[in-house]
């Protein structure tokens, strides 16, 4: 089960974020949403274990 988090990121992060989710979900016919390119991003930065 996912939290809500509220954060302030740079207005280009927003963009690229909003980019890159509708990009993902045309390419693969799936949603992708910006919360899910975050997930992915922390996961990987910090190298988390997914349960």
Same mark, same amino acid.
């Given at each position: 089960?996912?939290?809500? #988090?509220?954060?302030?990121? @740079?207005?280009? &992060? @927003? &963009? /690229?974020? #909003?980019? =890159?989710?509708? $990009?993902?979900?045309?390419?693969?016919? %799936?949603? +992708?949403?910006?919360? @899910?390119?975050? =997930? =992915?991003? &922390? +996961?990987?930065? /910090? $190298?988390?274990?997914? %349960?």
């Amino acid at each position: 089960q996912r939290r809500t #988090k509220s954060i302030r990121i @740079d207005p280009a &992060l @927003d &963009l /690229f974020l #909003k980019e =890159e989710a509708f $990009r993902r979900t045309m390419a693969s016919g %799936k949603r +992708v949403s910006e919360s @899910d390119l975050i =997930e =992915e991003a &922390l +996961v990987g930065h /910090f $190298r988390i274990q997914e %349960k």
